[in-house]
């Protein structure tokens, strides 16, 4: 294997009702303000947003929410959720939904401890962070992307018309809890284009250089082997647990940068890949995703 530096610090927290048993404790870690972020507003009507005011405001916390947050997330919502964190004094940015809303956080927390344009000097070119960001928390209801163990972010800068990521360290969440029941309501397409984005992940890892026997390219196959096993059975029962919760697990081992240890990474083949498993592919996330898995 090639010679690497392993660090993640973010702590997962995962399993039934792992929200309700860890984040009141969480919460005393931190002051009293906490931005609630989410995305177009799924948690209201599936419950999840009602559970976590009412922990929140047992915990005494003054919630600002800040919704709204978009697939592929903008610059601009970036800044907006920044200013907002400046203006309230956010002591804890609480992000709730898929990777677009992890990333677009991860990016706020960022901005919002830092005086200058975060594009130019952390996301058009790689940048030192030698400061504390704004701290980030996160509760995964949509799994796939594997963000809630990364410090990674893609961001779309509209103004420029350009898309990218960076992954600094120190935008990793201080933890992630991650209970696969909040998953449960996520339409079965979704899911399943989740599960194919896992697999995607982890076979541009996998065909990376060295080709050589090396234990990330051996847990990268049992996590392949468990995503197509798993996705099969989800599909056909979406509230089989023992399916679901390895489906979260696996998105998460596919980003937590564990499988690229030794490994180089080569990111290139995400759409190769698609192509390859589904070859009436148009675009990023084809409509025919469910037969081929299915089968």
Avoid at 87 to 107: F, N, R, T, Y
Wanted: glycine share 8%; aromatic share 10%; charged share 20%.
């Amino acid at each position: 294997m090639q010679n690497f530096v392993f660090e993640n610090s973010t702590k997962a927290y995962f399993g039934k009702e792992c929200v309700k048993t860890h984040l009141p404790e969480l919460l005393g870690k931190y002051g009293k303000n906490v931005m609630l972020a989410y995305g177009g507003g799924s948690i209201k009507k599936n419950g999840i947003y009602d559970e976590l005011k009412e922990i929140l405001e047992q915990a005494g916390k003054c919630v600002i929410e800040f919704s709204g947050i978009m697939s592929n997330p903008t610059y601009a919502k970036v800044q907006e959720g920044a200013d907002l964190a400046k203006e309230q004094h956010i002591d804890l940015i609480l992000a709730v939904g898929g990777g677009s809303v992890m990333d677009c956080c991860k990016a706020i927390s960022l901005a919002a401890a830092y005086d200058g344009d975060i594009w130019d000097d952390f996301w058009s070119k790689p940048g030192i962070i030698d400061f504390p960001v704004v701290p980030l928390g996160i509760i995964l209801t949509v799994s796939g992307t594997g963000s809630e163990m990364n410090g990674g972010a893609v961001i779309t800068n509209e103004a420029l018309k350009i898309k990218t990521g960076r992954d600094y360290p120190v935008c990793n969440a201080q933890f992630a809890l991650l209970d696969p029941v909040y998953t449960y309501s996520v339409p079965e397409f979704q899911m399943v284009s989740g599960g194919f984005d896992t697999l995607s992940h982890i076979m541009e890892i996998y065909f990376s250089a060295p080709d050589e026997d090396n234990v990330s390219d051996d847990i990268s196959e049992a996590l392949m082997k468990s995503v197509i096993r798993n996705l099969r059975a989800a599909i056909k029962n979406p509230e089989d647990y023992t399916a679901r919760s390895n489906l979260v697990w696996a998105s998460t081992m596919a980003e937590n940068r564990i499988i690229k240890l030794g490994k180089r990474t080569d990111f290139q083949c995400h759409i190769v890949v698609a192509r390859r498993f589904c070859p009436c592919l148009a675009q990023d996330i084809c409509q025919n995703l469910l037969p081929c898995f299915a089968a």
